[in-house]
């Protein structure tokens, strides 16, 4: 066998592997970053304390440059659920919206982005207010939040194109 035959396999294995434990909080905080709406540049240091206010996060929080933000939110395998419901709330307060969720397997396992354009649509998929609702639920424990987060944030098997609809190349394979 050549030797990229065998580290391919390697990966592949590696890729069927359950995934690694969460690090702690204590040891791995959670990064929040991303754009607020340009109206609340004048309340950004007053917004990004809201934004840290669950403990834990650190912040890298701009206004964006033009008119409103991406509606999307991305969140990492490794954020409790009282921190990516406390993080939704103030971005629903002070983003366009959330209308899109960017799939687990695209982010760091500690990590949170609100407003950003990072992530193109393959790798998004559209949420209804209700699936927002349901994320936002104070009931569900880390281990549901997540669930239903995967469970909604499942990418299109095609994406339109100029007129026809080719699979989509960033589909996770599960």
Not at 166 to 172: G, R, S, T
């Amino acid at each position: 066998m050549t030797v990229g035959l065998m580290l391919w396999m390697a990966g592949t294995a590696q890729a069927a592997e359950a995934p690694k434990p969460c690090a702690p909080l204590e040891t791995k905080g959670v990064k929040v970053e991303g754009y607020i709406s340009k109206k609340f540049k004048r309340q950004k240091r007053a917004i990004i304390k809201e934004f840290k206010e669950m403990g834990h996060t650190r912040t890298a929080i701009r206004p964006f440059p033009m008119g409103q933000t991406a509606k999307v939110i991305g969140i990492g395998r490794c954020v409790p659920a009282y921190i990516a419901r406390h993080v939704m709330a103030t971005a629903l307060k002070y983003t366009s919206g959330i209308e899109s969720l960017v799939n687990q397997t695209f982010l760091h396992t500690h990590w949170i982005g609100i407003g950003t354009t990072t992530f193109d649509e393959p790798s998004q998929q559209l949420v209804t207010e209700e699936q927002v609702r349901q994320l936002m639920d104070p009931a569900l424990g880390d281990e549901e939040f997540h669930a239903l987060y995967r469970k909604f944030s499942v990418q299109d098997e095609t994406v339109p194109y100029f007129g026809s609809r080719p699979k989509n190349a960033k589909k996770v394979q599960e």
